[in-house]
């Protein structure tokens, strides 16, 4: 139309301006006169042509048809195409219905047709503005009907779907209780993912139904599959999604296709084999009788013979003209171990194509600095939605030419594909849009290198007309000095229950930055092990916060710790070109690094000595007996409830005793290169330790330690994480390791204490800020704490927040109360508190429980009590009721107090959490990274076949 438009503008032009010229300029005489004739010659009247219009069929295929046009003389073509023969006798109504095209244009084609079916095009034509071509042309078009010479048939695509048709061979058909067709689909991403990470053949793919798709897929009669969006997750009867009643959550049956997504839908024969029969596959059936196999009828004895048992990602090619992925598999499934010749087909397709998108949609690149970049997206009224995706040249390399296949092209539907959104993280937009790279990747760009940008641009909800766009920039190189932070010890041996630090960069530079603080020994752990101080610098200050650092006074930090302990803070911050500061271990070095320092808290002063007879009469070994709650599973795989009494062995004692060394220890120092002069130095130091202990642990506060707690562990029955150690069982344990013996007073146990008051009253303190763990030499630390089996839930110290909206807080007290009943029995009772969610509400019991891990609440427990705990006199041990508390050291590699000791094994980090800085927030990173994307293939992959 706009062509005519323009044709009929410029005779109306030339018109006007030949009238304008003949009105104002009078014409000269003719030489002749006017009554002479002048014979114009043959030769220069143009001659003129008829208009001309031919359209005849081209080729048919199932659901498309091209036809040929030769039209002359015509200006403008319009069609449109009926399922039934009608009289066409306006044009009009074709061009105003139709669709129109260019004379120049040769052919046109037609499609979403269905298979065996007749058409009709109706063609007009315009030979000028005003006049219409003489005949409205008629084209009958007649598609094919399938062929079902294959097992597989692609019958149709859609944007979002397809039709198969699975022909089975008449072996199955023939004898469908001992032959089926397993078959199953996903996008070719997943395939190759699949077999690139796991080496997974088609047999196992199909064996396991390894795409996440309908459950068990066999067929034993043909078959159309029909895949698309209205089918994705399981529905009621009423077409309403189904609800898992165990997760809360839709049923997916198959991941969401985009348009112009390669598939590929394979299909294999199969064989019911019972459970005798030598092979191998997938068992079904309720009872033990009915157990048997579905065995992929290929070659599985050759296929390893030759290769080995891996698909190597070296035999994988891939014809785009054919549209043939081939592995080398094919061939095994035939003349396998059952004589049988098993069927099999690989089909690869792509969805349907999306029509060009006309918009004036644009990217702008700019502010490119060496770690950021501005990037702005300008929409229009055409564009529904878009999504886009940034990466380095390393990684779009590698996603093109590793797992696309070296298909750029396919790029287009990745980022808009369900991989791409939901495990890449692939934004989708809506408008116009300005992003930062820093913003929102929360990490920086690296400078001085090339960064790819790519945009799937969608015109509407189907994805049915699309735009793609690859735009590139590279960053800038580095011109700025790395950012000094100096942290200092704030009120050093002053407070027993934190620690004080003050932050600053005196440059006043540092826009971001992240702390670590814990116990000095396992900062030296780490960085004995080769840990970089920068990797344990992993909790964020807030923006406040970095402001308070680059002002003059700096930003007063508080940790949490136990008294008599030294507390290490080190912190890493970044500038605006993301450079860090000189953050080094002083242990590598040998000189103390600016950006990290010690505090250290005061012990507790001492308390009031009471003198009660309690502290005698409670020495020696006791028996423990509760009652345990056990989870199991049932053959049903339905978790089951039930309580088990239990014992315990316990010993309580009002020291830690000091041994005098016996030959053995000194010979075996010996052979780490310790005199016995060294020996004893080192065991002087030890004694010093425990003589601490005795005094503010036991002594001054007037309590007696228990060492021992139930031990009751089904995962790990022969290495428990509750048995027994003493700090001389540490000093001379095979396994256990430590920077000074300090260490091995905080870490013994299981230990924890009966607390005595002026009265005789006798309680189980608890507080995991009040005091070191009840264990910490094993995997986790462990704290006494109070648990309540309703909510599975533990309370580590003695007041916690109240739940959301809750005024005031939950108060739980930090001690249990102690029944004494003789001198021969007492007995722990639960305490009495709310449940941790809600606030203000009755009180429930909550009983003594060892519970592992630093978290407030954690409740890392597989067996916990859940009653009273009576203690009688004597350890009375039954074989069917005693868990195992105690144990017999073995001598060991000597630790040393020295702090360039590397240690045996290396002890795990103890976050402990800053009570003034609110929880970060970590933001989606959606720049593409090599190291990005092999952790979300990882995850995806282990997520999907549960490795």
């Given at each position: 139309m706009k ?9 109306l032009?030339?018109?006007?301006l030949s009238?304008?010229?003949y ?5 000269e005489p003719d ?13 220069s ?5 008829e ?6 069929v081209?080729s ?6 091209e036809l040929?046009i030769n039209?002359e003389?015509?200006?403008e073509i319009?069609?449109?195409?009926s399922?039934?023969?009608t ?7 074709l061009?105003?219905?139709g ?10 084609s ?7 079916k007749?058409?009709?095009?109706y063609?007009?034509?315009?030979v000028?503005?005003?006049n219409f071509?003489e005949?409205?042309?008629e084209v009958?078009v ?6 079902f010479?294959?097992m597989?048939t692609l019958?149709?695509t859609?944007y979002?779907g397809?039709?198969?048709?699975i ?12 032959y089926a ?7 070719l991403?997943?395939?190759?993912m ?5 080496g997974r053949?088609w047999a ?8 996440g798709?309908m459950g068990?897929q066999?067929t034993?009669r043909?078959t ?8 994705e997750?399981?529905?009621n009867?009423?077409g309403s999604?189904y609800i898992?009643?165990?997760t809360g ?5 198959h991941l969401?296709i985009a348009?112009?997504?390669p598939?590929?839908?394979?299909a ?12 191998w596959?997938w068992?079904y ?5 009915d157990w048997?196999?579905?065995v ?6 050759g296929?390893?013979a ?14 785009a003209?054919?549209?043939v992925?081939?592995?080398g598999?094919e ?8 004589g049988k010749?098993?069927?099999f087909q690989?089909?690869?397709?792509k969805t349907?194509?999306?029509e ?11 502010e490119v600095?060496?770690?950021?970049a501005?990037?702005?997206f300008l ?5 529904y939605?878009?999504s ?10 590698m996603?093109?030419g ?8 396919w790029?287009q ?5 369900y ?10 937009l ?5 992003v930062?790279?820093?913003e ?8 001085d290198?090339l ?7 969608i ?7 699309q735009k793609f ?7 800038t190189?580095?011109?700025m000095?790395a ?5 200092t010890?704030v009120?050093?041996?002053q407070?027993?229950?934190f ?9 006043k530079?540092?826009?971001r930055a992240?702390?670590g ?6 900062f ?6 080769d840990?970089k101080?920068?990797d ?6 807030t923006?406040?916060e970095?402001q308070?650092?680059n002002?003059?006074a ?8 136990t ?5 290490r803070?080190?912190v890493?911050?970044?500038?605006e070109?993301e ?5 080094y ?5 040998g ?5 990290v320092?010690?505090c ?7 308390v ?9 009469t409670l020495?020696?070994?006791?028996t423990?007996?509760a009652q345990?709650?056990?989870?199991e599973?049932?053959k049903n795989?339905n ?14 004692q ?7 060394l016996t030959?053995?220890v000194?010979d ?10 060294a020996?004893?130095a ?13 005094n ?14 139930f031990?009751e562990?089904?995962i ?6 509750l048995s ?5 069982d540490?000093f001379?344990?095979s ?8 260490q091995?007073f905080y870490?013994?146990g299981p230990?924890?204490?009966?607390e005595?008051?002026a009265?005789?009253?006798v ?9 070191p763990?009840?264990?910490s030499?094993q995997r986790?630390p462990?704290?006494?704490a109070?648990y309540n089996?309703?909510?599975n839930?533990g309370?580590?110290s003695?007041v916690?927040?109240g739940?959301?909206g809750?005024?005031g ?13 003789n ?7 639960p305490?009495?508190a709310?449940?941790h969610?809600e606030?203000d ?8 429980n060892a519970?592992g ?5 954690d409740?890392?427990m ?5 009653s009273e705990?009576?203690?009688?006199r004597?350890?009375?041990v ?5 868990t ?7 001598y060991?590699?000597?630790?040393v107090?020295c702090?360039t000791?590397t ?17 970060f927030e970590?933001?989606?990173m959606?720049?593409?990274?090599e190291?990005m994307?092999?952790?979300s ?6 997520e999907?076949?549960n490795?």
């Amino acid at each position: 139309m706009k062509s005519t438009f323009l044709k009929t503008i410029s005779a109306l032009m030339i018109t006007a301006l030949s009238f304008g010229l003949y009105s104002c300029v009078e014409p000269e005489p003719d030489p002749i006169g006017p009554d002479v004739d002048v014979e114009t010659p043959k030769d220069s009247i143009p001659e003129t042509k008829e208009p001309l219009l031919e359209v005849r069929v081209k080729s048919v295929l199932q659901t498309s048809a091209e036809l040929e046009i030769n039209a002359e003389n015509i200006m403008e073509i319009a069609y449109v195409v009926s399922e039934e023969q009608t009289e066409m006798t306006l044009p009009a109504v074709l061009f105003a219905t139709g669709t129109t095209v260019e004379p120049t244009e040769t052919s046109v084609s037609l499609t979403d047709l269905q298979a065996n079916k007749t058409y009709w095009a109706y063609f007009a034509a315009k030979v000028d503005a005003e006049n219409f071509y003489e005949d409205i042309l008629e084209v009958e078009v007649k598609t094919l009907d399938y062929t079902f010479d294959k097992m597989l048939t692609l019958m149709d695509t859609e944007y979002m779907g397809y039709k198969v048709r699975i022909t089975v061979p008449d072996e199955v058909k023939n004898d469908p209780d001992k032959y089926a067709i397993r078959y199953n689909f996903g996008s070719l991403l997943d395939v190759l993912m699949a077999k690139y990470e796991m080496g997974r053949t088609w047999a196992v793919n199909l064996m396991e139904n390894g795409h996440g798709c309908m459950g068990w897929q066999e067929t034993v009669r043909d078959t159309t599959v029909y895949i698309h969006p209205y089918n994705e997750n399981r529905l009621n009867e009423d077409g309403s999604t189904y609800i898992d009643p165990e997760t809360g959550e839709p049923i997916m049956l198959h991941l969401p296709i985009a348009p112009a997504e390669p598939y590929l839908f394979t299909a294999g024969q199969y064989r019911y084999g019972h459970l005798d029969e030598t092979g191998w596959g997938w068992s079904y059936g309720s009872e033990e009788k009915d157990w048997g196999y579905y065995v992929p009828m290929w070659d599985q004895n050759g296929w390893v013979a030759e290769t080995g048992g891996f698909t190597s990602k070296s035999n994988l090619s891939f014809d785009a003209e054919t549209g043939v992925l081939v592995t080398g598999e094919e061939k095994y499934w035939a003349d396998n171990s059952f004589g049988k010749n098993g069927a099999f087909q690989a089909l690869y397709f792509k969805t349907k194509e999306p029509e060009l998108l006309e918009t004036d949609f644009e990217v702008i690149i700019d502010e490119v600095t060496p770690v950021d970049a501005k990037i702005s997206f300008l929409t229009d009224d055409n564009v529904y939605v878009y999504s886009y995706m940034i990466c380095n040249d390393a990684t779009y390399k590698m996603l093109v030419g590793d797992l696309l296949l070296g298909h750029e092209e396919w790029l287009q539907w990745l980022i808009c594909s369900y991989y791409g959104m939901q495990h890449l993280y692939f934004p989708t937009l809506q408008g116009n849009a300005t992003v930062s790279a820093r913003e929102f990747n929360s990490v920086a760009l690296d400078p001085d290198n090339l960064y790819h940008v790519f945009v799937t641009v969608i015109g509407d909800e189907y994805g049915s007309k699309q735009k793609f766009i690859h735009q590139t920039f590279e960053t800038t190189q580095k011109v700025m000095g790395a950012p000094v932070i100096e942290v200092t010890a704030v009120e050093n041996n002053q407070n027993e229950y934190f620690a004080k630090f003050n932050v600053k960069a005196p440059n006043k530079d540092v826009v971001r930055a992240y702390y670590g603080a814990d116990y000095k020994r396992e900062f030296m752990f780490e960085a004995n092990s080769d840990v970089k101080y920068a990797d344990l610098c992993q909790n964020p200050f807030t923006d406040e916060e970095i402001q308070m650092i680059n002002s003059d006074a700096g930003l007063e930090v508080q940790i949490n710790s136990t008294d008599g302990q030294i507390i290490r803070m080190a912190v890493l911050g970044y500038n605006e070109e993301e450079t860090p500061n000189n953050l080094y271990s002083p242990e590598k070095t040998g000189k103390p690094c600016p950006a990290v320092a010690d505090c250290q808290t005061k012990l507790l002063d001492m308390v009031p000595q009471v003198n009660s007879p309690l502290f005698n009469t409670l020495e020696g070994e006791w028996t423990a007996t509760a009652q345990l709650l056990i989870r199991e599973f049932d053959k049903n795989n339905n978790i089951q409830e039930y309580k088990l009494k239990k014992t315990a062995n316990i010993r309580i004692q009002n020291e830690i005793p000091t041994p005098t060394l016996t030959q053995d220890v000194y010979d075996f120092y010996s052979s780490y290169g310790y005199d016995k002069n060294a020996t004893d130095a080192l065991y002087d130091d030890y004694k010093r330790e425990a003589e601490i202990f005795n005094n503010y642990r036991l002594k001054y506060r007037n309590r007696v330690l228990c060492l021992g707690w139930f031990d009751e562990d089904p995962i790990y029955p022969n290495e428990s994480r509750l048995s027994l150690a003493s700090p001389f069982d540490l000093f001379v344990h095979s396994q256990y390791s430590c920077i000074d013996n300090a260490q091995i007073f905080y870490d013994f146990g299981p230990k924890w204490y009966l607390e005595i008051d002026a009265d005789g009253n006798v309680t189980l303190p608890f507080d995991m800020w009040a005091a070191p763990p009840m264990s910490s030499w094993q995997r986790i630390p462990f704290f006494m704490a109070a648990y309540n089996p309703e909510q599975n839930h533990g309370y580590k110290s003695a007041v916690v927040s109240g739940r959301e909206g809750a005024e005031g807080e939950v108060i739980m007290p930090a001690e249990f109360p102690v029944e004494i009943v003789n001198d021969d029995k007492f007995i722990i009772k639960p305490v009495m508190a709310p449940l941790h969610d809600e606030a203000d509400a009755k009180l429930y019991a909550h009983y003594p429980n060892a519970i592992g891990g630093w978290g407030e609440h954690d409740a890392q427990m597989l067996r916990p009590v859940v009653s009273e705990i009576t203690f009688t006199r004597g350890w009375k041990v039954t074989a069917s009721t005693a868990t195992s508390t105690s144990r017999e050291a073995e001598y060991a590699k000597p630790h040393v107090v020295c702090e360039t000791w590397t240690p045996a094994v290396v002890k795990s980090l103890t976050p402990i959490k800053n009570v003034n800085l609110p929880s970060f927030e970590q933001k989606d990173m959606y720049i593409l990274t090599e190291d990005m994307l092999n952790s979300s293939i990882k995850s995806y992959l282990d997520e999907k076949y549960n490795r």
